[in-house]
């Protein structure tokens, strides 16, 4: 079977709701039925990271690209994830992640009833210098 007639299996398979996309909820369900472990917030980033179109969801080809995420060249995949950090950041002039940013995000993300407490939390994951916020190097651990 061709590569692109596997990724269409897989993709249909996750694709729970039947509407041509991924969802983050369908994200994390499609890598822990691989045997992975993907968080909420991790989910939620990719999606963020990959999403081409902005709608929250990944098309198939999105979809293509985060599998085949390896493949890319460096610098794209850093200026790719400064783009989603800077979603995120929204403009606090932090140049970080913080628990009120992310909120913000989530909420965009149709997540609003995610309180300051578990971002915090979903920060506090990936905080390496504990300073209570995600800068980008931080943000780039997460994500890889």
């Known amino acids: 079977m061709e590569k ?8 249909n398979h996750f694709d729970d709701d039947g509407n041509g996309k991924i969802s983050p909820k369908e ?3 499609c890598v822990g039925s691989l045997g992975g472990d993907l968080s909420e917030g991790e989910a939620e980033a990719a999606v963020v990271l990959m999403d081409s179109d902005g709608d929250g969801e990944l098309g198939f080809e999105d979809f293509v690209r985060l599998i085949e995420g390896g493949e890319g060249e460096e610098e794209e995949k850093v200026k790719e994830l400064r783009e989603a ?11 970080c992640i913080t628990p009120k940013s992310l909120r913000k995000m989530l909420r965009k993300l149709g997540k ?20 209570g916020v995600l800068n980008f190097d931080e943000f780039r651990i997460m994500m890889s």
């Open 85 to 95: 950090f800077r979603m995120y950041e929204m403009g606090d002039g932090c140049e």
């Open 112 to 131: 609003s009833n995610t309180s300051i407490e578990e971002c915090k939390v979903m920060i506090a994951q990936f905080d390496l210098d504990g300073d």
């Open 27 to 29: 994200l994390r369900l």
């Open 4 to 11: 692109t007639q596997q990724y269409e299996r897989v993709f």
